[in-house]
């Protein structure tokens, strides 16, 4: 009769929750396993030079992972895959107005004194957004606030035209990618996107404190896509098929127009020769900031970039922890390794912390209950 199997099924599941622990349990015993000290030197290994995707750094990052696991004994291989990767050969951008000697840009993040890491930031790779298109645009600026499709939208209901303009936006909102892939939809020749201090430094900036500093520049890919643009949704094996680099550089998912990446402060100096119309108050920058204007112009951005997209080698590192009970259902785990700098906190930590999670899986093999 089905009523006493319901009724078995119900005391067997409060039962189950009369002996299990609560999950703060779970949360507590795993802190208490858990080593500060341990995850903070695999932190400092990991993060004591940059390591770009597919350089020798970032191999030595995926050898200090697998020692590490291998050292615990538990199952650990490196899967090595080729893939289209993006780096900067050349960049350069300009400012200037009528009346007004033109002021390049240095594109480059100063170092602090102290800094025990200064002399490894030579090999910081110069700041840029990896597959945006190689050329050059010099056009008037017109500042289009988040890159939004509606900010966009907005340009267009004021009379601003942004065809063949340099489009300058700010980091937030939405993925970079989008910001420029905005901007080309638009009509724009160039995008040019900066790290707006109203957003990115809300109190001290480093040294004297932990925000974006006035120099400071995001970086990051533009594609749109999900893993290597030449082999749209398979995997990257060995042998496989693969479209061309000038496809893949051509399809939608790619910005399609040259693009990079400004500190906060050279953004705040372009957008003091932006005219036009004042912005609305959302578009404002913060505390110290000139007024945000429309534009076009008179402001003038003379942007040149040059990429290489050429096939290099990364590493895929798989490690398996064994379940004890339902051990042929999988829990996936995982970060990304490689840093465009040091990659203290984006992704390292993250690899730390999952090194942690072995070493203690190691230490409590004992069943909970």
């Not at 597919?54 to 004994?73: C, F, I, K, Q, R």
């Not at 939608?252 to 004042?278: C, T």
């Not at 040149?304 to 339902?326: C, F, H």
Request: aromatic fraction near 10%.
């Amino acid at each position: 009769h089905p009523l006493p199997l319901l009724v078995g099924a119900l005391f067997a599941t409060y039962y189950h929750l009369l002996v299990a622990p609560a999950p703060s349990y779970y949360q507590s015993l795993f802190l208490s396993l858990g080593s500060n000290d341990t995850a903070a030197a695999h932190l400092r290994a990991l993060t004591v030079r940059p390591h770009l995707a597919g350089t020798e750094a970032n191999a030595l990052a995926a050898d200090h992972v697998v020692s590490t696991l291998s050292s615990l004994s538990f199952p650990t291989r490196v899967t090595p895959y080729e893939v289209l990767l993006s780096y900067p050969v050349g960049r350069s951008l300009s400012l200037s107005a009528p009346g007004r000697d033109a002021t390049a840009f240095a594109l480059v993040q100063d170092t602090y004194p102290g800094d025990p890491y200064a002399a490894a930031s030579a090999e910081v790779v110069p700041t840029f957004l990896a597959y945006a298109a190689s050329g050059s645009a010099a056009a008037e600026v017109v500042y289009a606030n988040y890159g939004r499709r509606e900010d966009y939208a907005y340009l267009a209901s004021r009379g601003v035209n942004v065809t063949g303009k340099v489009a300058l936006a700010r980091y937030g909102k939405v993925y970079r990618g989008d910001i420029v892939k905005n901007a080309r939809d638009a009509g724009a020749a160039a995008a040019v996107i900066f790290t707006d201090p109203k957003d990115y430094t809300p109190g001290k900036a480093f040294p004297d404190g932990p925000w974006m500093p006035p120099t400071g520049v995001q970086v990051g890919s533009t594609f749109k896509g999900v893993g290597d643009p030449t082999t749209p949704m398979w995997a990257s094996s060995e042998g496989c098929e693969r479209v061309s680099v000038a496809k893949a550089m051509s399809t939608h998912d790619m910005p399609g127009i040259p693009a990079l990446p400004v500190s906060g402060r050279d953004g705040e100096e372009i957008l003091r020769l932006v005219g036009g119309d004042v912005a609305p108050e959302d578009w404002q920058g913060g505390d110290g900031a000139p007024v945000y204007r429309l534009g076009p112009g008179p402001a003038v951005l003379n942007l040149t970039y040059t990429g290489n997209e050429t096939i290099a080698t990364i590493q895929n590192v798989i490690s398996v922890i064994e379940g004890k009970e339902e051990p042929d259902r999988y829990v996936i785990l995982g970060n990304h390794r490689d840093a465009w700098t040091f990659g203290a906190a984006d992704p390292n930590s993250g690899t730390a912390a999952l090194l942690e999670v072995w070493h203690i899986q190691l230490l409590y093999v004992t069943p909970l209950f």
